[in-house]
């Protein structure tokens, strides 16, 4: 008799691999009717945490591009940074679908003007499918929030908020600049304003002074708003950053790998099955990555992930309170 495969057995409704958890490939692959590859852009803007409104110097542990190492430089326009990302991409995957995504730093900061310009020039780059912002909860102001409506009525948009923890004091400690009810504010303004935009939220796991339970209660706080994506990511030690002086000091432990596959594991039992998991850990850069050496292997981690799982018979969702209760 042949033996069942994972795949087969797996019993989770979002998924058509062994994969319990709904994953953001399956997600575009039903939406759009294949594969779509995202294009990170850097528009040049800066952050309140940065610029001195709410602080100066940014996250202990952002580069100083602002999370968007991996896009091009901001002295290229928006269409020379597209179409220089999709010549690399094209090397590696055939799609004609893309999805723009204003990745560094807070791309809801800015005059209005300005970002009506840099909204309706990355609406008109070709083959874009859908588009991606990234920005912060308290940076959604009702005159962004227009602007943000107006992006959703050409294309589908994808906001995508930085909560990170939903923990004040190690917020403060991060600098992230803003408390959990602002972020709740504009969490709730975002969903009444523009409610065809979906929202992702960026969570990160390991950040100092967290225990594992402090990652779960972040998670279970987010269950309970019910988003429409979660990226969840490990905390990567960069050269040059304060996380760093913190970490060559001793005044920084590191989440091992063990650690970290049981955390997500975790969390991804409390979040709703219906919400997109959009990244189980994060990149960063080989040549400024100072630690944790082992998220390097990336596709180990995850792995990992998946093997737990299956051999334990959990599902992203088996856990959650709003699951049970409907």
Not at 57 to 71: E, K, L, M, Q, T
Request: charged share 25%.
């Amino acid at each position: 008799m042949r033996k069942t495969t994972q795949r087969e057995n797996n019993p989770f409704p979002y998924s058509d691999s062994n994969k319990r958890y709904y994953t953001y490939d399956y997600y575009l692959r039903k939406t759009y009717g294949g594969k779509c590859a995202k294009v990170t852009l850097d528009a040049g803007f800066t952050c309140p945490n940065i610029d001195g409104r709410c602080g100066v110097g940014g996250c202990i542990y952002c580069s100083s591009r602002g999370s968007g190492d991996f896009a091009p430089e901001a002295s290229l326009s928006i269409l020379e940074q597209y179409k220089l990302q999709i010549s690399r991409i094209t090397e590696k995957w055939d799609t004609p679908r893309f999805i723009p995504y204003l990745q560094a730093h807070t791309n809801t900061y800015g005059e209005p003007a300005r970002l009506r310009a840099v909204y309706r020039e990355v609406l008109s780059l070709p083959g874009a499918v859908a588009v991606h912002i990234a920005t912060r909860a308290d940076c959604l102001g009702e005159d962004v929030l227009e602007l943000l409506a107006e992006v959703a009525d050409v294309l589908p948009l994808t906001v995508e908020l930085g909560l990170q923890t939903a923990k004040d004091d190690t917020a403060a400690l991060i600098g992230r600049g803003h408390s959990f009810d602002d972020f709740l504010d504009g969490y709730t303004r975002l969903r009444a304003r523009v409610p065809e935009a979906r929202i992702a939220v960026h969570i990160i796991n390991g950040l100092p002074g967290e225990t594992k339970e402090d990652m779960l209660e972040t998670v279970r706080t987010l269950a309970s708003l019910a988003p429409d994506e979660v990226k969840i990511h490990l905390l990567h030690v960069l050269k040059g950053t304060v996380l760093a002086d913190w970490y060559e000091a001793g005044k920084y432990l590191l989440m091992t790998r063990e650690d970290y596959v049981d955390t997500v594991v975790a969390q991804l039992r409390l979040l709703p099955p219906e919400t997109v998991i959009g990244r189980l850990t994060g990149d960063g850069k080989a040549e400024d990555l100072l630690a944790p050496l082992w998220s390097l292997k990336k596709l180990t981690v995850i792995n990992e992930i998946d093997k737990k799982m299956a051999q334990q018979g959990f599902m992203q969702g088996d856990l959650c309170i709003l699951n049970k209760n409907t």
